[in-house]
């Protein structure tokens, strides 16, 4: 009598291999240098759109302003993909 499909093959559960690799714990500087840099990041562009033409160096910057802001964030955003 011939086999039926489901009999012909059997697949075999993957189990993963033992890992002994302990848990990556994050330096203790980056959160407080993560919440540092975007929060610095963010009040700078908001001081430049607020009060930049009254303050001296950022007049001068000009949008240069948008370019330090959004780096500070950037950062913040690389710093966050090391965190565990």
Known sequence: MPKSRNDRKKKAVYTPPPSAAKPQVSPRWLLPT???VMVLGVVWIAV???AGSMIPYMSDLGNWNLAIGFGGII?????GTRWH
Do not use: K
Request: glycine fraction near 0%.
């Open 34 to 36: 993560l919440v540092t």
């Open 48 to 50: 430049y759109y607020i």
């Open 75 to 79: 950062l913040a955003l690389i710093l």
